[in-house]
């Protein structure tokens, strides 16, 4: 199957700074999404992204797919952003999201 | 606009004990439900999928099984509990036909057994 690789694994950052997360794929996609998991298990969709890029507020996000890589930007954090950031792709003829380990991330006051 | 709900939120279980753990969505047809566990690190394991009432697809094999018996119920069921069934446990659909079509998750189920 489809394997997924995301980087940094943690990272801590303070309160205003940016943040670039990443993440690889072994194989052509159909589906990518960026999650994030706030500190209540709570799994919320950030972008659905198999290709380009999208804006929302302070994130955004690139997926480039000839290259098998999204980036997820977070500019100006907040403490609020802190939690863990999933990227999940789904590989072509598969049918199911193969989700990365995660980034978790820790913004400080 | 379309909406998911599991429940409970929190379960404390015996070993042994049976389990059930439902989802429903609403404001949608013949979605696609999923149900995911999350073990104490990271990782979300995807452990059954269904594209329609009767359909289930397991992805691993495990102490549990999954039921479809209504268009938008998913039931995540055990006969006996082991210890390693504990884990947070995640409900999500995605419109038909499902592939190239975002997932939406549930608050999830926080499971201890004990």
């Known amino acids: 199957g489809i394997q997924v690789e995301q980087s940094p694994p943690d990272l801590i950052l303070q309160e205003g700074a940016n943040s670039t997360l990443r993440c690889n794929f072994s194989?052509?996609?159909?589906?990518l999404q960026w999650f994030h998991q706030n500190p209540w298990g709570q799994l919320i969709n950030l972008f659905y992204?198999?290709?380009g890029t999208k804006q929302n507020g302070r994130l955004s996000a690139t997926t480039v797919a000839t290259e098998r890589y999204s980036l997820l930007y977070i500019s100006s954090s907040q403490t609020t952003d802190s939690g863990v950031y999933f990227c999940?792709?789904?590989?072509?003829?598969?049918?199911?999201?193969?989700f990365g380990k995660g980034t978790m991330l820790l913004v400080s006051p | 606009s379309q909406t998911i709900h599991q429940w409970p939120a929190t379960l404390v279980q015996p070993v042994g004990s049976p389990l059930s753990l439902e989802c429903t969505v609403e404001?949608?047809?013949?979605?696609?439900l999923y149900w995911y566990r999350q073990a104490a690190g990271r990782g979300l394991q995807l452990l059954f999928y269904?594209?329609?009432?009767?359909?289930i697809s397991s992805e691993v094999p495990q102490n549990l099984s999954a039921s479809r018996p209504q268009d938008r119920q998913f039931i995540l069921s055990s006969k006996k509990l082991l210890l390693s069934d504990s884990g947070f446990y995640l409900c999500?659909?995605?419109?038909?036909?499902?592939?190239?079509?975002?997932?939406?998750f549930g608050d999830g189920t926080r499971l201890s057994i004990l």
């Open positions: 992204i198999p290709s």
């Open positions: 194989d052509s996609v159909n589906n």
């Open positions: 999500a659909w995605s419109p038909p036909p499902g592939v190239n079509q975002p997932q939406h």
């Open positions: 269904s594209v329609g009432i009767g359909q």
């Open positions: 404001g949608t047809s013949n979605p696609n």
């Open positions: 999940a792709v789904v590989g072509s003829g598969y049918s199911t999201l193969t």
